[in-house]
C-alpha cells in the first residue's frame, strides 16, 4: 500500500491490522536508513508474520523488496508547496517495485485503491517515460571561492545568490536547486566561520524542514565557532528513556535521529573538533531500537496471539524532546 504522508501511513497500518488477518511493516523518508533497512527485512522474509508493507515513495529507492501488488492509496502528494497529482516518472517509478527481474515476483500487478484515480495509472504506465536532456550541477567550493575573492566577501548566502543568478551554462545542464544551501548559508553567515567551513556545513545532511534537525546544525555550528570544539551531551541517559506512544513522540525521535546523524557527518569533515563520533553513533542505534520498540507495540495482532517483547532490551524508560530543546545551553553554561 503506497500513500504520501507518516499520518497516512499509520492510519492505513491500523486500519488493515484491525481487519485481522495482515500485519505490516512501515517505509518513509523520515524513518531512520537502519530501521527501513530492518522493516524491508521482515516483510521480504517468509517466515514473518509481516505480509504487508505500507510506505510512502521511499520504496522507490534503495531498498530490496519481494512485492507482487502494488496499491496507490492516492495519486496525489504534497510535494512541499503544493498537493499535485504524481508525475509519469513517480508513478513508473514506484510501480515498478511490483514484480522485479530475480525477485520472488518477477511479474507484478498495479491497482488504485480508488477507481478514479485508475485512468491516470493506466495512462500513466502506457505513456513512455521522459528523456533526460539536461544534468543538474552544483556549485562547487573552487567556483564559489574565486566568486568570493572578486567580490571581497566572504558572507556565502550573498556569494551563492549571485553566482546562481549569474551562472550560465551549456544547454546540457541546468544549476540543481540550492534552496536548502541558501537556508543553511543564512544561518552560518552570522557565526565567524572561514569561507570553506560555511560551504561545508551547507553540504550537511541537515533537513531544514524540520525545526529540531536545523537547531541541532545551528547549535553545532555555532559550537564550532566559538570554541573549536563540540561535544555532544549524552541526550539519552539510562532510566530515563521511553518508548514513544504517540505520533508526535515518534516525529520528535526521528528528528532526534537526524541530529545525530548529523554530529556523525560533521565529525568525518571536521575530525578533532567533533570528537564524541562513536556516543553519537551509539545514540543513533538507541534511537532506532526505541522506533522498531514503537513500530512492534503498534502492530495489532488477535486477543490471544499477541507477541512478547523482545525481554532482553525493556527500553521502559522516559524520552523527553525538551532534553535536546535545551541540552545544547547547559552545555554552554557550564562551559563559561
Same mark, same amino acid.
Given at each position: 500500500?503506497?500513500?504520501?504522508?507518516?499520518?497516512?501511513?499509520?492510519?492505513?497500518?491500523?486500519?488493515?491490522?484491525?481487519?485481522?488477518?495482515?500485519?505490516?511493516?512501515?517505509?518513509?523518508?523520515?524513518?531512520?536508513?537502519?530501521?527501513?533497512?530492518?522493516?524491508?527485512?521482515?516483510?521480504?522474509?517468509?517466515?514473518?508474520?509481516?505480509?504487508?508493507?505500507?510506505?510512502?515513495?521511499?520504496?522507490?529507492?534503495?531498498?530490496?523488496?519481494?512485492?507482487?501488488?502494488? $496499491?496507490?492509496?492516492?495519486?496525489?502528494?504534497?510535494?512541499?508547496?503544493?498537493?499535485?497529482?504524481?508525475?509519469?516518472?513517480?508513478?513508473?517509478?514506484?510501480?515498478? /517495485?511490483?514484480?522485479?527481474?530475480?525477485?520472488?515476483?518477477?511479474?507484478? @500487478?498495479?491497482?488504485?485503491?480508488?477507481? @478514479?484515480?485508475?485512468?491516470?495509472?493506466?495512462?500513466?504506465?502506457?505513456?513512455?517515460?521522459? $528523456?533526460?536532456?539536461?544534468?543538474?550541477?552544483?556549485?562547487?567550493?573552487?567556483?564559489?571561492?574565486?566568486?568570493?575573492?572578486?567580490?571581497?566577501?566572504?558572507?556565502?548566502?550573498?556569494?551563492?545568490?549571485?553566482?546562481?543568478?549569474?551562472?550560465?551554462?551549456?544547454?546540457?545542464?541546468?544549476?540543481?536547486?540550492?534552496?536548502?544551501?541558501?537556508?543553511?548559508?543564512?544561518?552560518?553567515?552570522?557565526?565567524?566561520?572561514?569561507?570553506?567551513?560555511?560551504?561545508?556545513?551547507?553540504?550537511?545532511?541537515?533537513?531544514?524542514?524540520?525545526?529540531?534537525?536545523?537547531?541541532?546544525?545551528?547549535?553545532?555550528? @555555532?559550537?564550532?565557532?566559538?570554541?573549536?570544539?563540540?561535544?555532544?551531551?549524552?541526550?539519552?541517559?539510562?532510566?530515563?528513556?521511553?518508548?514513544?506512544?504517540?505520533?508526535?513522540?515518534?516525529? @520528535?525521535?526521528?528528528?532526534?535521529?537526524?541530529?545525530?546523524?548529523?554530529?556523525?557527518?560533521?565529525?568525518?569533515?571536521?575530525?578533532?573538533?567533533?570528537?564524541?563520533?562513536?556516543?553519537?553513533?551509539?545514540?543513533?542505534?538507541?534511537?532506532?531500537?526505541?522506533?522498531?520498540?514503537?513500530?512492534?507495540?503498534?502492530?495489532?495482532?488477535?486477543?490471544?496471539?499477541?507477541?512478547?517483547?523482545?525481554?532482553?532490551?525493556?527500553? /521502559?524508560?522516559?524520552?523527553?524532546?525538551?532534553?535536546? /530543546?535545551?541540552?545544547?545551553?547547559?552545555?554552554?553554561? /557550564?562551559?563559561?
Amino acid at each position: 500500500m503506497v500513500t504520501f504522508s507518516r499520518r497516512e501511513i499509520y492510519k492505513l497500518k491500523k486500519k488493515i491490522e484491525m481487519a485481522g488477518n495482515h500485519l505490516c511493516s512501515v517505509v518513509y523518508g523520515s524513518l531512520p536508513p537502519e530501521t527501513r533497512t530492518k522493516q524491508a527485512t521482515m516483510f521480504n522474509d517468509e517466515a514473518s508474520d509481516l505480509n504487508v508493507l505500507v510506505a510512502s515513495d521511499a520504496i522507490g529507492m534503495g531498498l530490496n523488496l519481494n512485492i507482487s501488488r502494488i $496499491i496507490f492509496s492516492t495519486l496525489k502528494k504534497f510535494d512541499g508547496i503544493c498537493t499535485r497529482e504524481l508525475t509519469v516518472p513517480e508513478i513508473k517509478q514506484i510501480a515498478g /517495485r511490483a514484480g522485479r527481474y530475480g525477485s520472488k515476483f518477477p511479474v507484478g @500487478e498495479v491497482t488504485c485503491l480508488d477507481a @478514479e484515480d485508475l485512468p491516470l495509472l493506466h495512462s500513466s504506465l502506457k505513456s513512455p517515460s521522459p $528523456i533526460i536532456e539536461r544534468a543538474g550541477l552544483f556549485p562547487t567550493f573552487d567556483l564559489l571561492s574565486v566568486y568570493s575573492r572578486l567580490h571581497g566577501t566572504d558572507f556565502l548566502h550573498p556569494i551563492l545568490e549571485r553566482f546562481l543568478d549569474k551562472a550560465k551554462l551549456s544547454p546540457d545542464y541546468f544549476i540543481a536547486d540550492c534552496e536548502d544551501m541558501l537556508k543553511v548559508a543564512a544561518i552560518v553567515d552570522e557565526l565567524p566561520l572561514a569561507l570553506h567551513d560555511k560551504y561545508v556545513f551547507c553540504q550537511s545532511p541537515v533537513d531544514v524542514r524540520d525545526d529540531i534537525s536545523t537547531q541541532g546544525l545551528t547549535q553545532f555550528a @555555532e559550537n564550532y565557532a566559538k570554541k573549536g570544539t563540540v561535544r555532544l551531551k549524552e541526550i539519552f541517559t539510562p532510566g530515563t528513556l521511553r518508548v514513544p506512544t504517540t505520533h508526535n513522540q515518534l516525529q @520528535e525521535l526521528e528528528s532526534v535521529h537526524k541530529v545525530l546523524e548529523l554530529y556523525v557527518w560533521l565529525s568525518y569533515r571536521f575530525d578533532d573538533s567533533f570528537p564524541d563520533r562513536e556516543l553519537a553513533a551509539s545514540q543513533k542505534s538507541i534511537c532506532s531500537m526505541l522506533i522498531e520498540e514503537y513500530l512492534e507495540r503498534s502492530g495489532w495482532q488477535q486477543q490471544g496471539q499477541r507477541r512478547v517483547l523482545r525481554t532482553p532490551r525493556k527500553l /521502559r524508560r522516559e524520552y523527553d524532546a525538551l532534553q535536546l /530543546r535545551g541540552y545544547f545551553r547547559e552545555i554552554d553554561a /557550564r562551559s563559561k
